[in-house]
């Protein structure tokens, strides 16, 4: 069974870049077929999805964020990273990596920015 565990920063200073790495178990990202993303719930509001990143390395993401997000793998650590630029207090929330052949949820890791 695939499992996915987020780390990074729990707090950033408005205007920096966040940066949450998922890393996976259970299963190879590179794995054809298989698709990773990353989701957001604000505080009191609903999911939001960020984007997402195939098993080749192709990546699509949200037009609201699209300006602002990236999402990079590093296949050798089994790994997928999230880069949010230019962040303001409206990017805190909880944020998941989500993925494998049966959508496993990361556990979430909460970001707040704040200077």
């Known amino acids: 069974q695939v499992q996915l565990q987020e780390s990074g920063p729990g707090l950033v200073k408005p205007s920096q870049t966040l940066s949450l790495t998922c890393t996976v178990s259970g299963g190879s990202i590179a794995t054809n077929g298989y698709y990773w993303g990353w989701i957001r719930q604000p505080p009191g509001k609903g999911l939001e999805w960020m984007g997402a990143?195939?098993?080749?390395?192709?990546?699509s993401y949200s037009p609201s964020l699209k300006s602002r997000t990236s999402i990079s793998r590093d296949t050798s650590k089994n790994q997928f990273t999230l880069h949010l630029s230019s962040v303001t207090p409206e990017d805190t929330g909880v944020y998941y990596c989500i993925g494998g052949p049966e959508v496993e949820w990361g556990q979430g890791s909460q970001v707040t920015v704040s200077s």
């Open positions: 990143l195939d098993y080749s390395g192709g990546t």
